[in-house]
Structure formats: C-alpha cells, structure tokens
C-alpha cells in the first residue's frame, strides 16, 4: 500500500505546479457586419509599461498585409517567427474568432494587456482598437472596438 | 525516272509519318496526363510545396515576360483578394482542389507549436474557429 501513496504523492507533486501555472485562456472577437474584405487581425499583449510582449495570435492570410496591423507591426516588424504556429484566417464581417490558449499564470492580473489591431484593406487600419487588462476582473466583460470589432470578451 | 522516285519517295515519307506520329502524340498525352495526376497527388500530400512550386513557375515565366518588356516579376501585383474568402478559407487554385497555404507564409501553421515568448505554457497548442 505505501508504494501506492508514494506514487500518487509523487505524481501529485509533478503535476499540480504545471496546473497552476498555466490557464486556458479563450479570446472571442465579434466583428462588426461592415461592408468589405475580411478583416485582418494581430492579437498580442503588452505588459504594465505598454512594451510590446508577445503575440497571441495573427488573423492574416498574406505577409505582405502585415504592416497595416500598425501597433503589431511596429513592433515585431511583421517577423513571421513571432506568429509562427499561431496565425489563421482573416475574418469575414459579422463572424466571430474563438481562440483558445494555454497562457502564463504570471500573467494575469499582472497589468498585462491585450491589444487588438484591426485592417481591412483599402478600408480601416484601427491599431489597438481594443486594449484590455487579462485580469480576473475582466472575465466575461464585452467591450467594443472603434472601427469594426463589435465585441471582444475573454473567459478563463 | 528520278522524279518517279522522288515523288515515292516523298509518299513513302509522309506515310511513314502518318504511321509513327500518332503513338508519339498520344504517348505525349499520357504522360501530360500521368505528370498532372503525380502533381495532384503530391500536392495533396504537401500542398505547401506544391504551392511554392506553383509559384517557381509563376516566377520563371515571369521571368522571361520581364526580360522582353522590363516586367515586375512579383507575382504578388495580382490584387485579386482571392485569400479573403469570407469563411476564412482559402480560393482553389488552379492545380485541382489544392488549397495552397500563402507561399510566403510556408513556416506558419495555423494552430501549431506556439513561438517561445514566454506567454504560452511550454507544449501547448492555440486553436483557434471561425464562426
């Protein structure tokens, strides 16, 4: 029997720390029903100071669009090893992007922010058109973009 | 006389012709047809190769169009938005029913191995749907 409760011990012990440092994070942008091209989209976080961190995710289907996502693009320079295993589609007017992640813990409620950048070509280029804390607070919360975003919330 | 022959000859010629050329063109044919099937089926298996390989090609006549008229051989000019599909897929190409991910693009996957930038937990893979 001791042998049992070592091992179950032991692979408790394994287990919870990456359980608590990680959270699954799921990002939901609504876009507006607006008459044009789909909508290219660069999600990424800034921390407390507003310096650029990382990108999310990147709803953009060609490169050579990359730099009407202004915000995003001024700061990665529009490097495909930034969004490199997490870019999409671009999104069609009235759709919605549910993006799922596994996200840092230290992250949150940390003044870590999320931003959104939207451009639809020949159209809009809204540079953080959504720009949110990732704290516990904010869970759940609708808040509306500027130009085409009708609703952005996040759940965790 | 030598006319009389000349003139068989030259019957002789095209019969000979007539016989050889048709297995040659239908040879051509089938191996047109064997050559496009062997693209298809590899481009379903990679279709991000085969893309670039369609791009190669694009270039290479490019290419030769911009040594007579001093063309811009980005291939990219073709403004036809055919990425902005509103259900976020991509437009058929040409080459059968490959969907052809955007060339210059080749090294990102949607939804894989997120890049190291201390946001993701180490191992986990984003998702992401359209709806």
Known sequence: MKPLWTVLAL???????????????????????????????????????????????????????????????????????EVSGITGASVGAGRTLTVTLDLADALIDAGYQIHIDTAVEHMYSSPSEIVVPLATAGVGVPVAGRAIINSFTYTM | MAKQLLWKMGVAAVALAAILAPPAIAQDTTSRAEQATQRLQAAAANPAAACAEESDERHGLFDKIGRLFEHDDDDDDDDDDDDHDDDGRRDRHARGDVRCAPVDQSAVQNGGQPPANGLFNPGSTPRAQLN
Do not use: C, H, Q
């Open chain 1, 11 to 81: 692979t408790t012990a394994l287990t919870l720390p990456s359980i608590a440092a990680a959270r699954e994070v799921t990002l939901t942008t609504t876009l507006r029903d607006y008459r044009g091209e789909s909508a290219f989209l660069a999600l990424y976080m800034t921390d407390a100071n507003g310096a650029y961190v990382g990108s999310l995710w990147l709803a953009a289907s060609k490169a050579r669009y990359y730099d009407s996502l202004s915000d995003w693009y001024r700061a990665t320079g529009g490097s495909s090893a």
